[in-house]
């Protein structure tokens, strides 16, 4: 019992900490930024994501001054295809280009973002995933930390957004699980991880660190580009704007694989976070605590679990998910042990059709 305890307090504390960033996060102050540099948007594109014409219309409909936007697919054929020029016919007054890529890398996402980079013709370079929905001011909000030069990238968490259930359960999991990790890994001195929803940096600092063609090799080029940018002695900063993205989850079977994925890419890169991970889960170990006996220890926990997930989700990222369905995070989260305990081991994962291998550092060996 006592050791059920000492995990339970363990867990606790975990959520305490994320309450604190949660707190922390709401309460600081948001830069205004002096002036609106332009901005090149990069956006590499392989099928036809859900919601795709509502998310690259909220990025041509931005209330900022100069900026471009630079569309990346490999076929022409491509389902998107069609919806990017007719992006570009509703907006003439708009920079937006279709570039037609050709490098291929094992990671085909930056292979993209590799040709789209060379067109790019301003000095701040915007990348995130193609199904990613933003406010009007996202420009405008998210580029005033960059006026500081000890920062080096502007990152955001998201929700997600889905018609279907399995879905549904998928953004459940990143508003009340994933976001507030995300939050609290700064205040345990992580702070070298850039999330896909959006990756705001210099373009300097990109050549600095050998261009994308040093990230074509990794599965997860989100963290590699905010890693080699920190240790260029520069900081990542969360902005407090909350983007959406819609998920493509229809089965089961797809976000087990999709958080399969997640899971063995973060042991991967980060081995000792990952394994500490399972002293965090405060639904299992009110599960455990409850059926020992220690019912007070178990409710208490889940009642701060719940309250963290709360706050993270419905008011930090404004998920209407988490405010339908709050009540089913304790089962969601059950799921997310059972997802960590299957990417303790295991070094392949499915990515848009491809099954991957993962070397120790997180790069793609074999792609089939």
């Not at 930024?33 to 332009?38: D, E, I, V």
């Not at 389902?79 to 990671?107: H, M």
Request: with cysteine; glycine share 8%.
């Amino acid at each position: 019992m006592i050791l059920i305890l000492l995990l339970v307090a363990a867990a606790a504390a975990s959520q305490l900490l994320a309450l604190v960033a949660a707190v922390r996060h709401l309460s600081k102050p948001e830069p205004r930024p002096s002036a609106l540099p332009p901005i090149s948007i990069l956006k590499p594109v392989r099928g036809l994501d859900p919601h795709f014409r509502e998310a690259i219309q909220s990025h041509a409909a931005q209330d900022y001054p100069e900026y471009e936007i630079v569309f990346g697919v490999a076929d022409l054929s491509d389902p998107a295809v069609p919806e990017i020029r007719k992006l570009i016919a509703d907006f003439p007054e708009r920079r937006v280009r279709l570039v037609q890529t050709s490098t291929v890398t094992p990671n085909r996402k930056v292979g993209a973002l590799i040709d789209i980079a060379k067109e790019a013709r301003y000095s701040l370079l915007l990348v995130n995933d193609s199904d990613v929905r933003v406010p009007g001011d996202y420009l405008r909000r998210i580029v005033g930390p960059l006026e500081d030069p000890s920062v080096g990238m502007v990152t955001c968490l998201y929700r997600g957004s889905s018609d279907y259930w399995p879905g549904r359960w998928e953004a459940l999991g990143i508003a009340t699980a994933f976001a507030p990790t995300a939050l609290t890994a700064p205040l345990m001195g992580v702070n070298e991880f850039g999330l896909g929803a959006t990756l705001l940096f210099r373009a300097a600092d990109l050549r600095a660190i050998g261009g994308f063609e040093a990230l074509g090799d990794y599965v997860a080029d989100d963290y590699q580009l905010g890693c080699r940018i920190s240790h260029l002695g520069r900081r990542v900063v969360i902005s407090k704007v909350a983007v959406e993205a819609g998920l493509s989850g229809r089965t089961w079977r797809e976000i087990w694989r999709h958080q399969l994925r997640w899971a063995r890419t973060i042991r991967v890169s980060r081995t000792k976070s990952y394994t500490g991970l399972v002293l965090t889960d405060a639904s299992l170990w009110s599960l455990v605590a409850f059926l020992a006996g220690a019912r007070w220890a178990a409710l208490s926990l889940l009642s701060l679990r719940l309250l963290v997930g709360l706050l993270v989700g419905a008011v930090i990222l404004g998920s209407r998910e988490v405010v339908r369905y709050f009540y089913l995070m304790p089962f969601r989260d059950l799921w997310g042990s059972a997802i960590w305990f299957c990417g303790l081991a295991g070094d392949t994962v499915h990515w848009r059709g491809a099954r991957l291998r993962l070397t120790r550092d997180g790069r793609i060996v074999n792609v089939s």
